[in-house]
């Protein structure tokens, strides 16, 4: 495999390994199911106002890059609550994920839900939209949930995402907060040019929103991931975090000890990580960006 081909996102079965990897050792999880049962009734579904679905129309929701639904059947879990009658598109590009959203949202309190699974990028399946009837197909809420780091030109992807969106809809936009920043690696590093620590986070979302003068509100949540299995190189879980982590397949076998160990070095420093219990934790906050668009009286 050369350089080129190397890319952790176009190698679907291996992109699908390491995030799995990466969110058995990340609070990830299990914070994002806390923040659905908290936060997101008050932030989102209390402010879906019951008149969006006057006179029997389903509540129509959209997920962008859901991977196996885990996020998205929680969502949706809470939104029915309050709108039993939903229909629920999801655009997600790896088949594998689509089969495993499948099979989770066959549980019981899923099944009244009427889902439509496009296998697709978020570009393709704007583009054929706008080929057909935006209008028609509008919806009531919006979610991409850590998954804008890989949509190409920001500005234009949330243009387009409000674009998708009814009046007095919600866009709900998850990215990780500002603090991953790869000016904290010294230059001397050598890291591939799309990594974690450089990819898009909330503050150049708010910078967009800012621009285009579109009112939102945020939370930002703490969240951990023990990387203490990168620093033994024969650990599998350890590779597999580490490709996560500089989102490139087999980092550790195609470069150097030395590169290897000068990263190490630098993910042990105290201002990226800390020790608890002995474990090496990275820090991995997020922020939940919520844009209500305006309704016409
Ligand atoms: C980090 S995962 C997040 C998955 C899930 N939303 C979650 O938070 O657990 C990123 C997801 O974005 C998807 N993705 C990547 N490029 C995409 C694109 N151009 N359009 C839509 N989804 C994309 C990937 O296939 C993957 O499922």
Not at 51 to 57: I, P, Q
Not at 255 to 262: A, L, T
Request: aromatic content about 10%; some cysteine.
């Amino acid at each position: 495999m050369d350089s080129n081909n190397r890319r952790l996102l176009d190698n679907h079965n291996h992109y699908a390994r390491a995030f799995d990897v990466f969110c058995k050792y990340s609070s990830k999880h299990e914070i994002l199911s806390k923040w659905a049962e908290e936060v997101f009734p008050k932030v989102v579904v209390e402010k879906l106002s019951k008149g969006l679905v006057e006179g029997g129309t389903k509540l129509r929701t959209l997920g962008i890059g859901s991977a196996s639904g885990f996020m998205d059947c929680k969502l949706i879990s809470c939104i029915l609550r309050k709108f039993p009658d939903v229909c629920s598109t999801i655009v997600e590009p790896m088949l594998s994920y689509i089969d495993r959203f499948k099979e989770n949202a066959a549980e019981e309190s899923l099944l009244s839900v009427e889902w439509h699974w496009n296998q697709t990028m978020w570009q393709q399946y704007y583009d054929d939209l706008t080929l057909t009837d935006i209008p028609s197909t509008k919806f009531h809420f919006v979610s991409s949930i850590h998954s804008l780091y890989y949509i190409p030109n920001l500005e234009k992807t949330i243009k387009e995402f409000l674009a998708c969106l009814e009046d007095g809809g919600i866009l709900l936009l998850i990215l990780s907060s500002d603090y991953s920043d790869v000016r904290r690696f010294p230059k001397r590093c050598q890291l591939p040019d799309e990594n974690f620590f450089n990819q898009k986070n909330a503050e150049d979302i708010k910078q967009v929103l800012k621009t285009l003068s579109i009112p939102f509100e945020t939370t930002r949540v703490e969240s951990f991931v023990d990387i203490t299995p990168c620093f033994d190189s024969n650990n599998k879980d350890g590779q597999m975090l580490f490709d996560f982590l500089m989102q490139e397949v087999h980092f550790h076998f195609n470069k150097s000890p030395i590169v290897i160990e000068d990263i190490l070095k630098r993910l042990s420093e105290p201002d990226l990580t800390s020790t608890v219990d002995g474990k090496t934790m990275l820090r991995n906050d997020w922020e939940a960006i919520v844009i209500q668009k305006k309704q016409e009286i």
